[in-house]
């Protein structure tokens, strides 16, 4: 599976990609159901807001971009992840377990790895009132991009093996209650071929603020499917030696926000 997958992500057909997401829950696809707290993993589904699947997004545009399927609202009630602007917050990923996503209970397995290659983002939206009846309606920004950083290669990428996502929260952050996306691409050169992969954290962010974040985007309508961020330019795919744009990467949607 792993190897048809690897594949079909490099041929141009996306196809027998759709059909095989009818198959049984395999390693082929993740999620971000974790987040770290006190250095400690979280249970699944502690403070990150239930999806109902982990196969990939090609709705760059739908609301499932988001937070991911069926996670505009908490499906069950979850915990709010209390942090310090300027600390890091980390989510772990896991392979697909149950169908639907929202019913596994199985822990973080820490031989998991990340086998795709792109792109990682972190988003902030600010909820007016309770996060359990956000639905993620208003403005987003981004707080982190992790692209290659050695111009060449993504640093979130099959042979890294990696299973936490790490991103700090601006220091200015303006104190509140917030979503926190967090996102991997499996980024492709081909038109609509890139995988979106995305889970949403409930987080309360304390500190003295001051930051007036910006700019902002909007889900749905974050992204085009002809977003060079999402629709990689061919030359970027395989460079031969190191790029800026690469070592730069500021990904889909808007700038970062730096705080
Ligand atoms: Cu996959």
């Known amino acids: 599976m792993k190897a048809s997958l690897e594949m079909l992500n490099h041929g141009a057909s996306i196809i027998p990609m759709l059909l095989l997401q009818w198959a049984t829950p395999s390693n082929g696809h993740y999620g971000f159901p974790f987040v770290e707290v006190d250095g400690v993993m979280s249970e699944r589904w502690e403070y990150v807001r239930p999806s109902g699947s982990f196969a990939p997004n090609w709705d760059y545009s739908g609301i499932s971009a988001m937070c991911g399927e069926n996670a505009t609202k908490p499906l069950f009630p979850i915990k709010t992840l209390k942090v310090e602007a300027g600390k890091t917050v980390t989510f772990g990923a896991s392979g697909q377990k149950a169908v639907p996503e929202s019913d596994s209970r199985v822990p973080f397995d820490p031989t998991f790895g990340i086998y795709h290659e792109g792109p990682a983002t972190a988003y902030l939206s600010k909820a007016p009132g309770e996060l359990a009846d956000y639905e993620g309606d208003g403005d987003w920004f981004k707080i982190a991009a992790v692209g290659a950083s050695d111009g060449m290669n993504w640093d979130v990428r099959q042979t890294a093996n990696i299973n936490k996502l ?4 601006p220091k200015t952050t303006p104190p509140g209650k917030y979503l926190m996306r967090a996102e991997h691409l499996n980024i492709s050169p081909f038109y609509k071929g890139t995988q979106m992969y995305q889970n949403c954290a409930h987080l309360e962010i304390t500190g003295s603020g001051g ?5 902002t985007t909007k889900f749905p309508g974050a992204f085009s499917a002809m977003d060079p ?4 330019p061919n030359a ?6 190191p790029l800026d744009q690469l070592k730069n990467w500021q990904g889909a949607g808007p700038k970062v926000w730096q705080g």
């Open 229 to 232: 961020g999402i629709w990689l």
């Open 166 to 169: 790490h991103f700090i929260i």
């Open 236 to 241: 970027l795919e395989r460079p031969y030696e």
């Open 211 to 215: 930051g007036k974040p910006s700019p």
